[in-house]
């Protein structure tokens, strides 16, 4: 499969990903951070968004064959619940005073989940585009 139109080269993407990744353990590890919010649970959405873009950037950075192939996709998604597990029981370790939830892994589940739709509904959306464009509507 080639990749879209538009995007950075894959050594920045994969380069992006470490970037990402390194932030993404280092938030979620800050020893007692609390998330305030207006809402209940903010930090739920936190982890949502945060699952959502790392696996934006697993995809992104073909780590497992050509960027939609459906090998990518699954084990990238693999590859994701194993980070979204370890990190939450991780934050488990006393000195960081943090709290492993279950919640808070369902939160990183539905967050993968959407990262991966991202890239299929993306690609999708993008062919019916350039039919369109090509057929002048």
Same mark, same amino acid.
């Given at each position: 499969?080639?990749?879209?139109?538009?995007?950075?080269?894959?050594?920045?993407?994969?380069?992006?990903?470490?970037?990402?990744?390194?932030v993404?353990?280092?938030?979620?590890?800050?020893?007692?951070?609390?998330i305030?919010?207006?809402?209940?649970?903010?930090?739920?959405?936190?982890?949502? =968004?945060? $699952?959502? @873009?790392?696996? +934006?950037?697993?995809?992104?950075? *073909? #780590?497992?064959?050509?960027?939609?192939?459906? !090998?990518?996709?699954? =084990?990238? $998604?693999? @590859?994701?619940? +194993?980070?979204?597990?370890?990190? *939450? #029981?991780?934050?488990?370790?006393?000195?960081? !005073?943090?709290?492993?939830?279950?919640?808070?892994?369902l939160?990183?589940?539905?967050?993968?989940?959407?990262?991966?739709?991202?890239?299929?509904?993306?690609?999708?959306?993008?062919?019916?585009?350039?039919?369109?464009?090509?057929?002048?509507?």
């Amino acid at each position: 499969m080639k990749s879209l139109a538009g995007l950075p080269s894959l050594r920045v993407r994969r380069k992006a990903l470490i970037v990402y990744g390194l932030v993404l353990t280092l938030a979620t590890h800050w020893p007692s951070l609390a998330i305030q919010g207006p809402i209940s649970r903010p930090d739920l959405y936190a982890h949502f =968004i945060a $699952f959502s @873009l790392l696996m +934006v950037f697993v995809i992104g950075a *073909e #780590l497992f064959g050509p960027l939609l192939s459906k !090998h990518n996709l699954l =084990i990238s $998604f693999v @590859l994701g619940i +194993v980070w979204a597990g370890v990190d *939450e #029981l991780t934050q488990g370790i006393p000195v960081l !005073h943090r709290h492993v939830t279950f919640e808070d892994f369902l939160a990183n589940l539905g967050g993968l989940v959407l990262g991966v739709l991202i890239w299929v509904l993306g690609r999708r959306l993008t062919r019916i585009w350039g039919n369109q464009a090509r057929n002048g509507r």
